[in-house]
């Protein structure tokens, strides 16, 4: 497999200037440290004063290597830093809420003082989640047709990922 570098991604290594294994070394280690504890700019300001390079010129030499980091974690084309980039990339995926319980109650608003032939039907649904050990409730209110809609879109969405693009894709984020 090949990894592919859009322009701006290029941009970002092209912007360096040549440099030593020791400055290629410290680069790569902020990219490591980027992708563990979030952007550093005090890290990449002061790399860029030991490397007497613009500090832009760091943070976005440091993007890129995180880039090609992450992508080659996903193409398997790494072997040393392999399991704390996986780990890493890992503690990055948010954490959502997970399935729990539903309840569902369909209301039909049959007439009302003003209007004596009306009928509007509402669907309220309260959506248990668990997330963390905690669970919460979410309570959705909406008409049939909205409700429809929406089933119709999730359907789409379930059918979509049976695609074998979708599949390949699944196959390489594990």
């Known amino acids: 497999m090949l990894l592919v ?3 701006a991604q290029k941009a970002d290594l092209g912007g360096l200037p040549p440099l030593g294994t020791a400055a290629v070394g410290e680069l790569g280690r902020l990219a490591v440290e980027l992708l563990r504890r979030g952007a550093a700019p005090r890290a990449c ?3 860029a004063r030991k490397l007497n390079i613009g ?5 976005h030499g440091v993007e890129g290597l995180t880039y090609l980091l992450t992508e080659s974690s996903k193409l398997m084309l790494y072997l040393d830093n392999r399991k704390e980039i996986r780990r890493i990339l890992s503690e990055l995926a948010p954490k959502l809420p997970s399935y729990h319980s539903l309840e569902w109650r369909l209301d039909v608003q049959l007439a009302s003082r003003s209007l004596r032939q009306q009928i509007e039907p509402t669907v309220t649904i309260k959506l248990h989640l668990n997330q963390n050990e905690d669970q919460s409730a979410q309570v959705l209110q909406t008409d049939p047709s909205t409700l429809l809609h929406l089933i119709g879109q999730l ?3 379930l059918g979509e990922m049976k695609t074998n693009h979708c599949r390949r894709i699944v196959r390489n984020m594990k």
Request: aromatic share 0%.
């Open 5 to 7: 570098l859009s322009e």
């Open 45 to 47: 300001e002061a790399a």
């Open 55 to 59: 500090a832009e010129a760091v943070q």
């Open 155 to 157: 359907e789409q969405a």
